[in-house]
């Protein structure tokens, strides 16, 4: 076993080593240009972004030419937002979305409202859940987007995506889910769960950084975009700019890769997390935030009163690598919107730590992390104790 033990993989995955060999060859030998047509080199690389993009669709249920690539999830979700409130202009400006959304749609969501547009933000109950109830009672004549992520990034609860889409689709509304989280970790159908437009990122499915995709439904409804990126018109006009093929190379082996492997992996890693969770919460008052039941395979988020998060973090060393909510706010000292928001007070939700387990996390790896937590929460209490 090596150390450290990395246990952050909601922050980021480590490139899979079959990923890297699809990609390597697109740096050096075939290194041309995708949308050059007048040669081999242009030719070959338009290939290999095709066959990416099939890839990439067939995870999802959709179509080759539904798939969209973007430098990634945060891109995505402002190309969603920004995208949608531009071309429905004439038929309204209220969005719908969530109080524990990823800060790419928060600070999108406040953007459009800069802009003139209105944004209603749903809570959540305890258990991390929005109300169908109060979703249904925001809609207005004048909504034109409901946002609600698939997988929550710090807690990993599930929300009922199929009702919700449900309910827009009953009205007529466009339904986006960033799906960043939840993509290759348990089965997404965009056309059985009812979603219109869908964000996903590459390297929390163990793919590269810097390369994403957003999926645009077509058809039954077919939903508009305004670009944000002006220039070539590549991408269906919808994200102009030279494509990364390297990297959408690797994005697509990493998806094909999830979609064999996926049902397999996460019985495994929720094996592992719950392994993990029995042994901490053996740790006096220690409590899992969020729902146990509809969550992620390999993401548990657990306070330990009494302990502050960030000296538990400092006191666990270079040993095991973790973190105490989403790593876009890590800067913050204040305790996790996305904790907050579930009703835990704030002494609790800066003792919580989020623990990502994945494709490369032993039971060994486990175990040591169960003592080493254990031994200096411990530590800590008795510290505060003199």
């Excluded at 004048?142 to 827009?168: D, F, K, R, W």
């Excluded at 499915?205 to 077509?218: H, T």
Aim: hydrophobic share 40%; glycine share 10%.
């Amino acid at each position: 076993m090596n150390l450290p033990i990395y246990l952050d993989y909601n922050s980021t995955t480590p490139v899979d080593p079959r990923v890297l060999e699809a990609m390597l060859p697109y740096f050096t030998q075939k290194f041309g240009n995708a949308a050059s047509r007048s040669h081999a080199f242009g030719w070959e690389g338009e290939e290999a972004v095709d066959i990416a993009r099939e890839q990439v669709a067939r995870l999802l249920g959709a179509e080759t030419k539904e798939i969209v690539f973007t430098s990634g999830a945060t891109e995505g979700d402002n190309l969603a937002l920004k995208g949608v409130f531009e071309a429905y202009a004439s038929k309204g400006n209220h969005f719908i979305t969530v109080v524990t959304e990823h800060k790419a749609v928060l600070d999108t969501a406040h953007h459009i409202e800069r802009l003139g547009g209105e944004v209603t933000f749903l809570p959540v109950n305890p258990e991390g859940f929005i109300d169908l109830g109060q979703l249904e009672a925001a809609i207005r004549p004048t909504t034109v987007l409901i946002a609600v992520m698939y997988a929550n990034n710090e807690i990993g609860v599930i929300q009922p995506i199929p009702a919700i889409s449900a309910i827009a689709r009953r009205h007529g509304i466009p339904f986006f889910t960033d799906a960043t989280q939840a993509v290759g970790k348990v089965p997404i159908d965009v056309n059985a769960d009812g979603i219109d437009l869908l964000t996903l990122s590459a390297h929390k499915m163990y793919g590269p950084k810097g390369i994403g995709a957003i999926y645009v439904r077509r058809r039954d409804p077919r939903v508009r975009l305004t670009a944000q990126m002006d220039g070539g018109g590549h991408e269906r006009g919808m994200r102009s700019g030279t494509l990364n093929v390297p990297a959408i190379v690797g994005l697509g082996m990493a998806c094909e890769i999830c979609e064999r492997e996926m049902i397999a992996e996460a019985a495994r890693v929720a094996k592992l997390r719950d392994r993990l969770e029995t042994g901490l919460l053996a740790i006096d008052g220690a409590r899992v935030n969020g729902s146990r039941e509809f969550r992620l395979p390999h993401t548990t988020n657990l306070s330990f009163p009494g302990v502050d998060g960030e000296a538990l973090l400092a006191g666990l060393g270079k040993d095991v690598a973790l973190s105490s909510g989403s790593a876009c706010t890590s800067a913050s000292m204040e305790p996790s919107y996305v904790l907050k928001a579930l009703g835990v007070e704030d002494q609790l939700a800066h003792s919580s730590l989020r623990l990502g387990l994945g494709r490369f996390t032993t039971e060994e790896e486990v175990d040591y992390a169960i003592g080493r937590i254990r031994e200096t929460v411990t530590r800590l209490r008795e510290r505060a104790l003199q």
